[in-house]
């Protein structure tokens, strides 16, 4: 006989207070705000915020404002640590990184987005914003493209049917533009997101395969169009796809 679980509001709720605190980086948020936003009374927000306080999960400044407690960044290091792709790519996105001079990624497919879990910036102090745990739709990055470029025709078409919401005016927002676009990706083996995601900056993606074949996901080169050209992004299109093919014979990838 199964066993059926039902979900627990109150570990529902302190988890929005967390997503709700990672939305904008930096930032606090007050009693208030954390209330409304998950629509139950200041008493109750305030009973969720001091046991997550008491956890070192949230923390409390003197305006009496909430963000993210340090204890994050020991839970997130411990996973990270252990995660093998990402030990297995840090070298080459550093290696990346020196070679082109711009700012070298690493991400991982989640629903219809990818999410950053490493980063080698550009040694120049015109840089990308970019930071981990991040998300961006998968349509308009290049990141993202040389992971939807491999999905089986089921998991692509059940993407494309999420949407595609226009980021930018050079985002492709119709299935035939973008089911035309993962074909080059393919013949190419890399994706070039030209302004698509952010207005002024560009990328060259490539995808990442573990042992059975399948797209684990994407490392990247990105920076701005005054720097890295179009002439620039083909020029180091052939070193993304070199890192991320050796990333993916580093995880067990045998084509």
């Keep these: ?24 980086p930096g930032e606090t948020f007050s009693l208030s705000q954390v209330a409304a936003s ?3 009374s200041k008493s109750t927000a305030h009973r969720y915020l001091t046991t997550l306080e008491d956890l070192d999960v949230v923390t409390r400044d003197a305006s009496d404002n909430f963000g ?11 996973l990270l640590s252990d995660y093998d792709l990402r030990k297995e790519s840090v070298p080459f996105l550093t290696s990346l990184s020196a070679q ?22 550009s040694p120049h102090s015109l840089r990308l914003a970019s930071r981990i745990g991040a998300r961006s739709p998968m349509h308009c990055t290049a990141l993202g493209k040389a992971v939807l470029a491999y999905l089986p025709p089921d998991q692509l078409a ?10 930018t005016r ?4 119709s299935p035939e533009a973008l089911c035309a ?22 990328c060259i993606g490539a995808p990442i395969f573990d042992y059975t074949g399948q797209v684990i996901g994407a490392i990247s080169v990105s920076g701005p169009v005054s720097r890295l050209t179009m ?9 993304v796809r070199q890192a991320a093919q050796a990333i993916s014979r580093r995880m067990g990838y045998q084509p």
């Design 38 to 40: 998950l629509q139950v």
């Design 170 to 173: 050079h985002t492709l927002t």
């Design 231 to 239: 002439e620039k992004s083909l020029e180091f299109a052939p070193l």
């Design 181 to 202: 676009e993962l074909e080059r990706v393919r013949q190419q083996g890399y994706a070039i997101d030209d302004q698509e995601n952010e207005i002024g900056v560009r």
């Design 100 to 121: 082109t001079q711009e700012t070298a990624h690493l991400a991982v497919p989640s629903a219809n987005d990818v999410v950053y879990i490493a980063k080698v910036d």
């Design 158 to 167: 059940k993407s494309i049917q999420q949407g595609l919401p226009r980021r």
């Design 1 to 24: 006989m199964s066993t059926q679980y039902k979900t627990s509001t109150t570990v529902a709720k302190a988890f929005a207070i967390l997503e709700l605190l990672a939305s904008n």
């Design 68 to 78: 993210l407690g340090h204890k994050l960044i020991e839970l997130a290091g411990a």
